[in-house]
């Protein structure tokens, strides 16, 4: 069972920037891509980022291409998303995930709680 915790988020001004941990508890963590999803208020949650487990491969939904970056540590079991050029319309609750490589949620079996970045315009 890999628990996943979150951290970093926060308000911040559009155009700021935001990094997002994800610690894992288990050494385990090496052994799965890892991914990041979002629910925007009134919105179903969706993807945003994953990075497969050697960290060699990343993916990005189209709306955060060239302002997000995913990378992972595996000597740390973290994962990170570094947000820059922040805009209103990525306030959300920020999800780090752990599973198979793919953007589809039903493929990932480990979920944190969330942790909130709220970009004020």
């Known amino acids: 069972q890999v628990q996943l915790v979150e951290s970093g988020g926060g308000l911040v001004q559009a155009g700021g920037s935001l990094r997002l941990s994800c610690a894992a508890s288990?050494?385990?963590?090496?052994?799965?891509?890892m991914a990041w999803f979002r629910r925007a208020p009134g919105k179903e949650r969706e993807f945003v980022a994953a990075?497969?487990?050697?960290?060699?491969?990343?993916m990005y939904t189209d709306s955060v291409k060239g302002r997000f970056t995913i990378s992972r540590d595996n000597t740390k079991n973290t994962v990170f998303l570094q947000m820059n050029g922040l805009k209103p319309e990525d306030t959300a609750v920020y999800y780090c995930?752990?599973?198979?490589?793919?953007?589809?949620?039903?493929?990932?079996?480990?979920w944190g709680l969330g942790t909130q970045v709220t970009v004020s315009s």
């Open positions: 288990e050494r385990t963590f090496r052994n799965y891509a």
């Open positions: 990075i497969s487990w050697s960290g060699g491969f990343s």
């Open positions: 995930a752990a599973g198979t490589y793919t953007r589809l949620e039903h493929e990932y079996n480990y």
